[in-house]
């Protein structure tokens, strides 16, 4: 009965993290996330991550990384999904990035990616 139970157990856990996992990201999300990538490079911004002012290169080169080990874990599947789990906040901490751009004061780096996609789709279509 024990052995039962904890099967049932096992089998209930591997379906949880199977339904949790995304699919790839489609040519349209992948153009759409390299897209924002390529944004954040060239911006000429800085990115503050856990307290420091990183440079534009250094954060896409930053934001890259956190964006191929999700995907490696199947975790991003749309520009949104990058957003949300690679570009909003320190997965250390859980402090949000925020975005300066010259004189501008910082923004949550969060509602800045979304605003540069939906201009990008706006422009696309």
Same mark, same amino acid.
């Given at each position: 009965?024990? *052995?039962?139970? =904890?099967?049932?157990?096992?089998?209930? /856990? +591997?379906?949880?993290?199977?339904? #949790?996992? @995304?699919?790839?990201?489609?040519?349209?999300?992948?153009?759409?996330?390299?897209?924002?990538?390529?944004?954040?490079?060239?911006?000429?911004?800085?990115?503050?991550?856990?307290?420091?002012?990183?440079?534009?290169?250094?954060? *896409?080169?930053? =934001?890259?990384?956190?964006?191929?080990? /999700? +995907?490696?874990?199947?975790?991003? #599947?749309? @520009?949104?999904?990058?957003?949300?789990?690679?570009?909003?906040?320190?997965?250390?901490?859980?402090?949000?990035?925020?975005?300066?751009?010259?004189?501008?004061?910082?923004?949550?780096?969060?509602?800045?990616?979304?605003?540069?996609?939906?201009?990008?789709?706006?422009?696309?279509?």
């Amino acid at each position: 009965m024990k *052995t039962l139970y =904890l099967s049932s157990i096992s089998s209930i /856990l +591997l379906s949880l993290s199977c339904w #949790s996992q @995304a699919a790839p990201p489609n040519p349209t999300s992948k153009h759409e996330i390299t897209h924002l990538l390529t944004y954040v490079e060239q911006s000429g911004c800085q990115l503050n991550r856990n307290g420091s002012w990183y440079t534009s290169q250094e954060a *896409t080169a930053h =934001l890259n990384k956190k964006y191929q080990y /999700l +995907l490696d874990k199947d975790l991003i #599947s749309t @520009a949104e999904s990058f957003i949300a789990k690679a570009a909003t906040e320190s997965s250390m901490s859980g402090k949000a990035y925020m975005v300066k751009c010259q004189a501008s004061a910082p923004v949550e780096s969060a509602s800045w990616l979304k605003t540069e996609l939906l201009r990008y789709r706006q422009a696309s279509h």
